[in-house]
């Protein structure tokens, strides 16, 4: 069993802010590496001869700022979409909470799953849009920007385009899920202690392995995904995608038959290497984000460390710690005497 615990010294809203910042750091650095996943997802031309050449290959045809087509779409969904999950999960979680304020790890993460799943529903046609941008030849586009793309997907193709792919995505959280549970519940055999006091390292490289493992499980419904949203008469070359299906299940006997099994893991490889420098950026920024909103808050004496200010009560919640300086601010200001009046 597991205690649900957050740091009630920060607030909901700066959580949120150091959460999204920590984010879109993470999505730019490793933004080239998503590229690359998602090109060798649809099977467009630039993977035919490898991940490497690829890169080269798009970097010489469209320009070094190609890698990063899209990032910007990543990055703007992340506000709604960790917004969404965070209210889906903390609604989840406290149905599965006992009395006591514990929860096991299996229906922690079941319910961080469903969290997901609700975000992804409501922010999937952005994922679709992000999807479009990085597989257009950038010198000559078909949408010239997010909301270009928006408008001209829906009057072209219809609403049902904006959600193409989506029955994968929900049915790849399964085996995302169970690779999560697979790995959490193997932690405390593998460091041979409790999971209450692993270090910050511990549950870094925890992290990076329950997201390898699950990523390598969710992988190929991940890749029929990333082809049906590519796929469409509107784009050239039905968007690039290297086997043309008419729905989910065609898409996977598709894939198989002509690129084998293992093309339902094609860009596995860049979607794993992303992982350790994601995490790696993502946990540093959001570490040091929490400690200015401490120090901001009046916890801790600079933000560059986590010494506790002298005489601050640590338990108490930002408002209440305003509240109480208040309060004292105006018990120890000087009055003003009859006569100055």
């Known amino acids: 069993m ?16 150091c959460a ?44 070094v700022r190609a890698l990063w ?16 999950q965070l209210a889906a999960s903390r609604r989840l979680v406290t149905l599965v909470t006992d009395e006591l304020g514990h929860v096991s790890h299996w229906r922690a993460i079941m319910a961080g799953s469903l969290a997901g799943m609700v975000a992804t529903i409501v922010t999937y046609p952005t994922d679709v849009i992000k999807t479009r941008l990085i597989v257009q030849n950038r010198l000559e586009p078909s949408y010239e920007g997010i909301l270009h793309a928006f408008y001209k997907i829906y009057h072209q193709e219809g609403l049902r385009a904006l959600y193409r792919g989506v029955s994968p995505a929900i049915l790849g959280a399964v085996p995302f899920s169970a690779g999560s549970f697979f ?8 460091w041979q202690e409790p999971i209450v006091h692993f270090t910050p390292l511990q549950n870094f490289i925890n992290g ?9 499980l969710s992988f190929p419904f991940e890749t029929v995904k990333r082809k049906m949203q590519a796929q469409s008469p509107w784009l050239p070359h039905y968007g690039g995608v290297d086997v043309h299906f008419t729905g989910m299940a065609d898409c996977f006997r ?18 794993l290497l992303k992982i350790v420098p994601y995490f790696g950026v993502m ?10 909103c401490l120090y901001r808050n009046g916890y801790i004496e600079s933000p560059l460390n986590y010494k506790l200010t002298p005489g601050v009560d640590q338990s108490l919640h930002p408002q209440e710690l305003r509240e109480l300086k208040l309060l004292r601010r105006e018990n120890f200001e000087p009055r003003k005497s009859a006569l100055e009046n």
């Open 254 to 271: 598709q894939t198989v038959k002509n690129k084998g099994v293992l093309g339902l893991w094609s860009g596995l490889t860049p979607s």
């Open 183 to 190: 790995v959490y519940i193997s932690l405390e055999k593998i």
């Open 2 to 17: 597991a205690t649900l615990r957050r740091d009630g010294r920060v607030t909901a809203l700066q959580r949120l802010g």
């Open 20 to 63: 999204g910042l920590a984010g879109a750091l993470s999505l730019s650095l490793t933004a080239p590496l998503e590229l690359l996943t998602v090109l060798a997802q649809v099977g467009t031309w630039h993977c035919r001869r490898g991940l490497r050449d690829a890169g080269r290959s798009l970097c010489r045809t469209e320009g």
């Open 208 to 216: 990076c392995v329950a997201a390898a493992v699950a990523q390598t």
């Open 69 to 84: 087509k899209g990032n910007l779409t990543a990055c703007l969904r992340l506000c709604p979409y960790s917004a969404l």
């Open 283 to 292: 946990f540093s920024t959001f570490e040091f984000c929490k400690r200015v």
